[in-house]
């Protein structure tokens, strides 16, 4: 185990299958803790997509143990997108008019994904809760069959090595867990995200288990969950689902 510079413990794998699934295998250990592997072989996504995971981009799972209510730890994912908005930023000095975040933890840059987001969770003996935040960041290469259109660092013209990206990624996630103070500060997480949104205001289309819907990106409610104002003037509540850019107009 080795340490960042005055943060967060890092453990540190050449190759490993899943760094989520290494941080709940010792999540009866140190935390907080970064599980971090230059390169996947069973990396996965949101829903079980396969992520992948070639030398080169940042592969980094923060564990965390009774970090908040367990109501309220799905806000992490806002809290996680938050602080690697921050980092890129940090690192890059990217034109934040190129960068953005979207629905529920998704960084964009130039309207393409940067970056994939996977929380879990697991009770552990004794009743404590591990919570795993998983970052796959594509610093030198992206894939090139995606659901949604992707980019790396390098492409977009901001080179980055992961080591560097993780130390920004540390600092950005300790303050931003701070401000988050375990769901009593969601408020202020809410609305720091949602001025890092352009999707807001824009009609979308909204993928769920077995059914598609489309309307404009109204809001975000207390609990985080996206408020789609319908095309018959209706509102659903979204609490999950894959959401894209849509040019149906409304009527």
């Known amino acids: ?23 709940l295998a010792h999540a009866d250990g140190p935390a907080p803790c970064w599980f971090v592997a230059k390169r996947q072989t069973s990396g996965r996504g949101r829903r079980g997509r396969v992520w992948q995971s070639e030398p080169g981009n940042l592969y980094a799972t923060l564990l965390l143990v009774d970090i908040g ?33 979207k629905w529920p933890n998704d960084v964009l840059i130039d309207g393409r994904k940067l970056a994939g987001i996977l929380l879990e969770g697991a009770v552990l003996p004794g009743g404590r809760r591990a919570t795993v935040i998983g970052f796959g ?50 408020a202020h997480t809410r609305e720091a995200w949602l001025r890092r949104a352009p999707g807001l205001g824009q009609p979308v289309t909204v993928r769920l288990p077995g059914r598609e819907m489309q309307g404009v990106f109204e809001a975000l409610d207390i609990s985080g969950a996206m408020v789609l104002r319908c095309r018959d003037g209706g509102r659903e509540i979204i609490s999950a689902g894959d959401v894209f850019p849509s040019s149906g107009a409304q009527g």
Not at 1 to 19: C, D, F, K, N, Q
Not at 74 to 95: K, M, N
């Open 69 to 101: 209510p367990v109501a309220r730890l799905p806000q992490l994912c806002f809290v996680a997108s938050l602080a690697l908005y921050d980092a890129v930023r940090a690192v890059t000095g990217i034109d934040p008019l190129r960068i953005g975040l």
């Open 137 to 186: 960041v594509n610093c030198a290469h992206h894939p090139l069959e995606a659901p949604y259109p992707t980019v790396d660092l390098a492409t977009a013209g901001y080179p980055t090595d992961p080591p560097g990206l993780l130390r920004a990624l540390d600092a950005a996630m300790r303050d931003r867990i701070g401000q988050w103070d375990g769901g009593r500060g969601f």
């Open 1 to 23: 185990m080795a340490e960042l510079p005055g943060a967060t413990p890092v453990i540190r794998y050449e190759t490993i299958g899943s760094t989520n699934a290494e941080a």
